[in-house]
């Protein structure tokens, strides 16, 4: 079963605070994603990565960096953090093409 | 910008019904397909995915596929109180990643 670990958990920030947000992966997939999941949105792409080395835009970028040191790891970075980023964040990793996405058990930010 | 959309938001059905969940998209050149189910505070889990027109089955789950009328859609035959989740449909259209749809929660009352 692929696997996919995120940390930390829970999160409590305060605004304007830095946040980052990591996730592992033992699938040895080349691409990984991260997500937030807001009702009534469904999940939206943050930032995805072809390999280590490499971060791309998803669909609402702003506010957030990524990073991809290792074929493994793949961060989220909230450089300051604001009440509308509270939100549950999933990160994924997937094959190309047809592949599926694995996904983390989630992490839940709040910013006060 | 592939637009993916999905009917209805939520949806109560019996135990032993058949329910069916849909999903369109704007993208005609869409390649790959697939319905996620997320269980209530955990993560989405591929269901089924299917990549040609036409009908896959497995189990009491059946897609259809119509990439002339961008549309999709689960069936899911005998339905069970566990089937009960909020449903993800995602699209791979000429981009080079899946974009999900908004989801449909559906509860299975006994």
């Known amino acids: 079963e692929a696997a996919v670990t995120q940390s930390p958990r829970n999160k409590v920030a305060v605004t304007g605070g830095k946040v980052t947000l990591s996730c592992n992966q033992t699938?040895?997939?080349?691409?990984m994603y991260w997500y937030r999941q807001d009702t009534g949105h469904g999940l939206r792409l943050i930032h995805y990565s072809y390999g280590a080395g490499s971060t791309e835009k998803g669909d609402i970028p702003d506010g957030y960096k990524a990073s991809r040191p290792s074929q493994e790891n793949f961060s989220l970075i909230l450089e300051l953090a604001t009440p509308s980023q509270t939100s549950v964040y999933f990160c994924?990793?997937?094959?190309?093409?047809?592949?599926?996405?694995?996904f983390g058990p989630g992490t839940r930010l709040t910013v006060l | 910008q592939q637009n993916v959309q999905q009917s209805p938001e939520s949806l109560i059905v019996p135990e032993g019904a058949r329910t069916s969940l849909n999903c369109t998209f704007s993208d005609s050149a869409s390649q790959y397909f697939w319905w996620y189910r997320q269980h209530s505070g955990k993560a989405p889990k591929a269901l089924m995915s299917i990549f040609s027109n036409g009908e896959k089955e497995e189990g009491r789950f059946t897609i259809h596929l119509n990439k002339a009328s961008l549309h999709f859609s689960l069936h899911i035959r005998d339905s069970q109180p566990s089937d009960s989740a909020l449903y993800l449909c995602a699209v791979k259209g000429s981009g080079t990643y899946q974009r999900f749809g908004t989801g449909t929660k559906l509860q299975v009352v006994p």
């Open positions: 699938n040895n997939h080349n691409n």
């Open positions: 994924a990793s997937g094959g190309q093409g047809a592949h599926e996405q694995y």
